[in-house]
């Protein structure tokens, strides 16, 4: 039987083949960083630093199930994303707009694999680069976001199909509220500071 996980550049690639499991460290440097020993030159500069560990030297099977799990984890943060609704408010209309979020009965906070939502309200700004300054731009008309953390896509779109979807999203507003269509974006997270060990 053969599993292989595999992330690119600087992942963890983890194959196992029968009882042989073999767990492999790549890693892309410069040829000034090379090492000696489990290294191997490419003939574009780029050193591969290889490790390969038997299960020989552990209780079978140990070592390569902890690097699993480890691989599965990094992939689930890889597959967070984030989805955003851009919606264009009414100007007149902001105040009841952010009410409704304010009095929302949170059904999407029970949904599985949700992590957080966040409502931005615009600030239209303009910058003046002669003299890189900021001022308020009273013309300018930008966005509301409503932003919502998933684990998975999956997850997400499991709650749009959820009866519980439908029941916050039951109490329309008025189309007078909004001054255009909104705009639904969907981004996976590639890096944060909040996941990145290092910085905490």
């Not at 851009?86 to 059904?107: A, N, T, Y």
């Not at 997850?155 to 749009?160: G, L, Q, R």
């Not at 001054?179 to 969907?186: D, K």
């Amino acid at each position: 039987m053969m599993a292989r996980t595999t992330h690119g550049h600087g992942a963890n690639r983890v194959t196992q083949s029968g009882t042989a499991p073999i767990v492999r460290r790549t890693s892309a440097v410069s040829s000034g960083d090379a090492t000696a020993g489990g290294t191997r030159h490419s003939p574009h500069g780029i050193v591969e630093r290889r490790s390969v560990t038997s299960p020989a030297l552990s209780r079978p099977g140990v070592l390569a199930n902890r690097h699993v799990r480890s691989v599965a984890a990094r992939a689930r943060t890889r597959r967070m994303i984030v989805v955003t609704n851009r919606i264009p408010v009414s100007k007149g209309h902001e105040i009841d707009f952010e009410d409704r979020f304010k009095r929302r009965v949170h059904l999407v906070d029970r949904a599985r694999g949700f992590l957080r939502n966040e409502v931005h309200r615009p600030r239209p700004m303009k910058f003046d680069h002669e003299h890189g300054t900021w001022s308020d731009d009273p013309d300018g008309e930008g966005y509301y976001e409503i932003k919502t953390w998933w684990r998975t896509f999956e997850d997400f779109v499991a709650w749009t199909q959820s009866p519980a979807f439908n029941e916050a999203h039951s109490n329309r507003p008025p189309k007078e509220m909004f001054r255009g269509a909104n705009v639904l974006e969907v981004h996976d997270i590639v890096t944060s500071t909040d996941l990145d060990p290092a910085t905490r």
